[in-house]
Each structure stands twice: as C-alpha cells, then as structure tokens.
C-alpha cells in the first residue's frame, strides 16, 4: 500500500543515508499519480525533482504540522488524501531530523572555531616573526574551513624581516601559498571588506582601523565527492580569524616601531654627545678679554655653532645659526666647523675667510640651505675687528655709558652669488661686554603669540650690565624660558659674552 510503503521509507534513511529522504517519498508521489515529472519544495527551496516538466502542472499541499511543503506534479491523477498526509509526516520528521543534525554540527563548530583560535592566540602571544604569524593564521583557518587553497598576503613593512614570495603585487607582499593562485589579477585596493568573492573563494581583509596589514584568502571548501560552496558562516569565521591576525600584526609593528625609536633616540643621544664635545670650551680669559657662553638645542641636536681660533697674537670668535633644525641643521653645522678649521689656516682676515665659508655652503647645499654668521676678531687693547652676515647684531653694554648694535653688512653665508661681505672696527672700553646671540632667543615666542625680541633683550643686557658674566649669562637663560612659559622651544638657542677686563 502506498502510505505504508512511504512511512517505511523514514524507518530505511534511518539506518541509512538520510539526504535521499525527500527524492524517495517524490519517487512514490510520482509513482501514485502516474505524473510525468514531479518536485517536493519547502517554501523557494527545491528538495527533490524527477522528470522533464511539459504541459499542465498541479500544486498540492502536504501537511506537515508547522511545516509548510508542496508537491508539484506535471500531469497524472491527485495522490490521495492519506498519501500526503502520510509524506508530510514523513517529511516533517525528516526536516526535525534535519535541524537537529544541523544545530549539533553548528554546536560542535562552535567548540572547533573556539579550539583553533585558542590555538592560534598560542602561537601568537610569544611569537614576534611576522611570517610565522601568518603562515599559523592561514593554516588554522583552511583547516577549520577544510579549504584546499590558501594564500596570505601582508603590508611591506611587515615582510621587511625576511624575503616574501616572487610575486608580490602592491600594496601587499605574499607571504604563503598552499596550492594554486586564489587572487588572480584581483585590484587589492577593491577589497575592503570580507567578501565571497564567488561561491567557492572567500577573502578577508586583514586591518587595524585605518590601516591595511594584510589579505587572507581562502579557496575550494572539501566534502566527502568533492568540493562544496562557502556559507556566510564560513566567512564569518574567517573574519574572525583575521581580526585576530590583525592583532598580532598590530602588536609586532607596534613593538618594531618601539625598537626603532629607541635605537634612534639612541644614536640622537650619541650624536648630541658628540656635538656637545665639538663645542669648544670658551677660554675664561684672553689677552684682557673675559669669555663665557651657552648653547641650547631645540631638539636633541641643533644647527647653532660658536668656535675659536687663535693664531698670532690674535683670536677670532665665530657664531652660526644654520638654517633647519634637528639632525640635518646639525650635519650642516659640522661640516662648517671643519670648513672654518681649515679656512682659518688659510687666511688672517674675517673678509676671505667668510667668502670661504660661503663658497663651502654654496657648493655642499641646495640653494634653500644657508647659515647666519657673526665673526669677532679680538686684540688686546680693546680693538674688535667684526663681520655679520644676516645674523642679528651684537650688543655692545657698558655699566656707564649708552647701549649700541653692531649690525651685520651683509647676506648670509650660501644664500646668494658673490655676496658684499666686508668687515668693521669697534673698540670697547675696560667693563664694555659684547654679546652675539642667534634668533632662536630672539625669536623666543610665548603662549601670546609675542617674541622675546631686540628691545627687550637689550634692556635685560642694560640692567645686569654689571654683573659678573656667568650671571649675566643666567639672567638670560631664565629670562627667556620664564617669556616661553609652557611653549616650547622652536629653535636653537645660543649666546655668546665677551667682556674686556683690562
């Protein structure tokens, strides 16, 4: 009997292959009604069909209690009241059958998703190689997904350790392949959020919020007969996989940029020892002159520069201000103290030696990069022979008479072609001080937006012209960083005091 024979049928896919199920209970359906073709749906999903639809066509419901299926049947007679009742039951035991097995798979991924991602933060909490990250992030994902193919790709400053794969592609480097390529002439700019990109290959972006770290990509999912489309599920986990990725990636990059400050501000310290011992050391006293000066960089080294040469009976002072800041304001520098060692020996007069240091700058810098100087010649007696070149000009102070200003005469050294460069003569009185600074004091700006400026400098200089120059000195220092306040220094500072002591 038919309904017999279909309700047997649930008791045979129970000891057997429960997906044949639904054509099995069609076969009888068909069978009964002598149709030519026929097709058991669940609301748009097609469970079974059988034959080639022609000509006119039946709908039939079958019951199914809170199940809703329908039978399609292309000619032949209605099957019988008792026959779809008999495969809806059949059918509705199936579906519950059917969810069931799905929700324990669903269950058991869970526990394999959670397993494999404990597995993986494993590896990566006390892993820094950016290649065995990723080669642990792909392997765990094509084997949770059960993917054939595979391949991983990373940013360049993460494969900057070890050399990636032939076939780099920008703005990636690929790291891993397992089996043939999966990104096939694919724009990776285009691929910003994980995508299935078709039913049998799924990618993920592998990001830190607003950057780019990597793509992992996935292909060819394995069941048993062959190869089975990627869900939405899988895609969610292999988000999850790279977001985990993108963590780790995150860490070591964070951890290498660390390193690198650190080796940096390292090399910086070393460099500003070293420019702090090519600092000359003011003689206190020579030839009835009294000497003393500082100089404070902005950053950890600077582009300000004082020396002395003493040749003769002679001794000339030089004071730069090298245009920039930092490490190459600082190159810069030194490579006009060794221009001025040498020029010196070349020359006794302040004229040729800053044409000199002007064809130097000239033919090592491009146009931009220039340097201010002021040149002091002293003899004792109290003449000063002195040439400015775009510098500020000097002080001259006196506890008993006027304050003035010896200004520069002509441009900066490197800036133009044949600059006027000439010098001068002053004579200071026994207790005169001169005093040459660079424009990192002059220019000195508070939170107000004001500059430390001449004017106010000239009267702090007007009002300690007495005091002993280590004092003198100071009175500067704390004044201009009391002016600043919480503002930061935006240039070097340099001063330099000379006063005549008999």
């Not at 209690?65 to 009742?85: A, D, K, N």
């Not at 650190?262 to 600092?279: F, M, N, P, S």
Request: charged share 20%.
């Amino acid at each position: 009997m038919s309904v017999e024979g279909i309700l047997a049928l649930f008791q045979e896919a129970s000891n057997g292959r429960q997906g044949e199920l639904p054509q099995q209970v069609l076969a009888h359906l068909v069978a009964e009604s002598g149709a030519t073709a026929g097709a058991l749906r669940r609301g748009s999903q097609v469970l079974a069909e059988t034959g080639d639809f022609c000509g006119p066509r039946s709908v039939f419901a079958v019951p199914a209690g809170r199940e809703t299926f329908e039978l399609e049947l292309s000619g032949g007679l209605p099957p019988s009241e008792g026959t779809l009742l008999a495969a809806g039951t059949v059918l509705a035991a199936w579906w519950l059958r059917e969810e069931l097995r799905a929700s324990r798979f669903a269950e058991r991924r869970r526990v394999w998703e959670g397993e494999s991602l404990r597995a993986m933060a494993e590896v990566l909490s006390g892993q820094l190689d950016p290649r065995v990250v990723g080669q642990s992030l792909l392997f765990h994902a094509m084997a949770l997904l059960d993917a054939r193919r595979g391949e991983l790709w990373l940013a360049p400053e993460l494969c900057s350790s070890f050399a990636p794969q032939g076939d780099g592609r920008a703005p990636f480097c690929l790291v891993e392949r397992v089996g043939r390529e999966i990104l096939v002439g694919r724009r990776f700019d285009a691929l910003g959020e994980p995508t299935l990109v078709s039913p049998h290959v799924l990618v993920a972006p592998i990001r830190d919020r607003d950057r780019s770290l990597g793509i992992l990509a996935l292909a060819d999912r394995e069941v048993r007969g062959g190869l089975a489309p990627f869900s939405e599920k899988d895609l969610d986990t292999v988000t999850l996989f790279a977001a985990q990725g993108a963590l780790a990636f995150a860490a070591i990059l964070a951890l290498n940029l660390r390193v690198e400050r650190e080796r940096l501000e390292g090399e910086l310290a070393l460099a500003a020892a070293v420019q702090k011992h090519l600092l000359p050391r003011l003689p206190e006293r020579w030839g009835g002159w009294e000497f003393a000066g500082f100089s404070v960089p902005s950053r950890q080294v600077g582009g300000d520069l004082y020396d002395v040469v003493e040749y003769d009976s002679k001794l000339t002072l030089s004071v730069f201000d090298v245009s920039g800041k930092g490490v190459p304001a600082a190159l810069l520098a030194a490579s006009l103290q060794g221009a001025l060692r040498l020029a010196a020996t070349r020359t006794k007069r302040l004229e040729v030696l800053a044409r000199l240091l002007d064809q130097h700058l000239a033919t090592l810098w491009a146009a931009h990069q220039f340097a201010t100087a002021f040149f002091l010649e002293f003899e004792p007696g109290g003449t000063v022979r002195y040439l400015g070149a775009g510098h500020p000009p000097a002080v001259v102070v006196s506890p008993t008479r006027p304050l003035r200003l010896l200004r520069s005469q002509g441009p900066p050294l490197g800036l133009v072609e044949e600059p006027m460069l000439r010098d001068d003569v002053a004579t200071l009185a026994v207790g005169e001080t001169l005093v040459v600074v660079t424009d990192g004091i002059l220019e000195a700006g508070n939170e107000g937006g004001q500059e430390f400026g001449l004017d106010r400098l000239q009267g702090l200089l007007a009002a300690h012209a007495a005091a002993p120059l280590p004092q003198l000195l100071e009175r500067v220092r704390e004044s201009v960083f009391a002016f600043t306040g919480a503002v930061p220094g935006g240039d070097d500072c340099t001063l330099v005091a000379v006063r005549r002591k008999s």
